[in-house]
């Protein structure tokens, strides 16, 4: 669950990303965040894991409010929460299987659980024979099924990606997108910053759109609604 | 909350893998750290050898206090006590005519042989000789004794003393300019190879909090890292140290000929020497590791 409560966001700079956010996603739900560059979409997801926090207002992930909590209680938060990028951000150092494990060892899972549920979720998402390549070695599509697999491997019960697929052609779009079903199926809230109109407008889902950092319109199995 | 062992362990496996994954890196801070020891190596090599010259030195520089040969046996008891109340005396003796005599027929040797003739009627002086805490201390302490009674002659080698007083000068003022430059040198590697550590680790460690890693979760392979690195690094230095100092010390110490100077024995300082890297190095590595990730992991 999450919750914004009249969320500003005033960068040092003194850019307003975020001008009076309020929603709620219900647990479960699948969430595309919609509008054109510059709207505030990544400010807004930035806000569910703090990476920024709010100027003013409130956000609650699963009932805690984020804005308030220590820095040091922020690791916790992270490990509630699976984050996924465009441009992936993989460890390139470390192998498929290390980068998975990463997520596990930081919550002292024991080595066992932990070599376990790698090979779970490399299995899920059709890496388990390159889990010993690095990320170099991958195809970008690829390298965002390790992110997604480090993402849910210590099944949060929120999964966040910020244009996941805006590295990607259309084809290893589509196979990036059924994992998402997947996950989200699987009980999983999902939210989704996109600038694809073929994926929002094919695969209906709740769209909310955003321009000059403030929520426009937020509709239920929503279309894209922007020329592109 | 206290660490896992599992967890412990994997900090061990993740540091030491870390040496293998930043190849590049690591043969630049091993290098940073192998040059700097080297150089720590020769410089305490010089130093240590230099202090031992002038230590021996010192022990044989001696006032000799030649005794008036009419006082009698109560007024050189009182000299006796009258030098042992002086500031800067470590230790004095008393060597009786007959000693001087029989230690003057020996160092001459044949031609002392004339001197036993006098064994009858001893024209020498009985002595006080009086070893001081340092050489700089000699004259002050020679002076002082020439004011007190019952007193022929007060005598002490001053081309000696000043030589090493001297020497002592110069050697202060090179160490310190080796110091100097040694400081300078460690510093320049060092920090350079901090601030490219940092720039290629940057990326690495924002990914890991944002994955949920704490702070000391990070730090612990960084440090397992730096020490390892800062050890290889001692690898080179402490190989000369024992070969090269084993080479000096058994080619060198034959042939210089002065009776002061004479080089560490390599067992145990070659060892001492080593430990001593090892430590600087393990130091040195865990420094730069703390350095190199303190930045990132501040808010
Ligand atoms: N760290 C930042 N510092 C200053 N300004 C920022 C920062 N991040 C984003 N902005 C600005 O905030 C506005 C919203 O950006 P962003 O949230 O990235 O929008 P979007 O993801 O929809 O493109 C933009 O004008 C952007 O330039
Ligand atoms: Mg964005």
């Known amino acids: 669950m999450i919750e914004m409560k009249n969320v500003h966001k005033v960068y040092k700079n003194g850019v307003t990303a975020l001008n009076g956010v309020d929603t709620f996603i219900d647990a479960g739900e699948f969430v595309y965040v919609v509008g054109p560059s510059g709207a505030g979409k990544t400010s807004f997801i930035k806000m569910m894991y703090r990476e920024e926090s709010p100027t003013k207002g409130n956000v609650y992930i699963n009932s805690v409010d984020v804005a308030s909590i220590k820095e040091r209680k922020v690791p916790l938060l992270r490990r509630s929460v699976g984050v996924i990028f465009q441009d992936f951000k993989l460890l390139s150092k470390l192998t498929v299987y290390e980068n998975v494990a990463f997520a596990l060892e930081v919550i002292e899972e024991n080595p066992k659980k932990i070599r376990k549920r790698v090979m779970e979720v490399l299995d899920r998402v059709g890496l388990k024979h390159k889990a010993r390549f690095i990320p170099d070695q991958l195809s970008g599509g690829e390298q965002q099924r390790v992110a997604i697999a480090r993402a849910i491997a210590n099944n949060p019960k929120i999964v966040i990606a910020d244009e996941p697929t805006g590295n990607l052609d259309p084809e290893t779009s589509w196979e990036i997108m059924r994992l998402f079903e997947e996950i989200s199926a699987s009980g999983t809230t999902l939210v989704m910053a996109t600038h694809s109109q073929d994926i929002v407008n094919k695969m209906r889902k709740r769209v909310i759109a955003m321009e000059n950092g403030k929520i426009v319109r937020d509709e239920h199995r929503g279309e894209y609604g922007y020329e592109v | ?299």
Request: glycine share 6%; proline share 2%; no cysteine.
């Open chain 2, 1 to 299: 909350m206290a660490m896992k062992f599992s967890t412990f362990r994997r900090h061990i496996r993740e540091g030491t893998k870390n040496i293998v994954r930043n190849s590049w890196m690591t043969v630049a801070s091993v290098g940073a750290v192998t040059t700097t020891l080297v150089l720590v190596a020769a410089f305490l090599i010089l130093i240590l050898n230099l202090n031992q010259v002038v230590d021996n030195i010192e022990n044989d520089v001696e006032v000799r206090v030649y005794i008036d040969l009419q006082a009698e046996e109560e007024e050189i008891e009182e000299l006796g006590d009258q030098i042992a109340g002086l500031n800067n005396v470590e230790s004095f003796y008393f060597q009786s005519k007959e000693e001087e005599l029989e230690m003057l027929i020996e160092d001459l040797g044949e031609d002392g042989e004339a001197w036993e003739l006098f064994e009858q009627d001893n024209p020498l002086n009985n002595v006080y000789v009086v070893n001081t805490e340092r050489a700089e201390d000699l004259s002050g302490v020679a002076s002082r004794i020439e004011t007190f009674e019952n007193i022929e002659d007060v005598s002490y080698r001053s081309d000696v003393v000043d030589r090493l007083l001297d020497f002592n000068q110069y050697a202060r003022i090179i160490g310190g300019v080796f110091v100097a430059a040694l400081l300078f040198t460690a510093i320049f590697l060092i920090s350079n190879t901090i601030k490219m550590t940092i720039t290629a680790r940057s990326t690495e460690i924002s990914i890991m909090k944002l994955v949920g890693a704490k702070n000391n979760f990070i730090r612990w392979p960084f440090f397992v890292e730096g020490t390892l690195t800062g050890v290889l690094g001692t690898i080179i230095p402490i190989g000369l140290v024992l070969g090269g100092y084993h080479y000096l010390y058994t080619n060198l110490n034959d042939r210089i000929d002065f009776p002061f100077i004479e080089l560490l024995p390599w067992d145990p300082f070659a060892w001492q020497l080593s430990l001593m890297l090892l430590g600087i190095g393990a130091f040195i590595g865990i420094w730069g590791s703390v350095m190199s990730v303190r930045k990132f992991l501040k808010v």
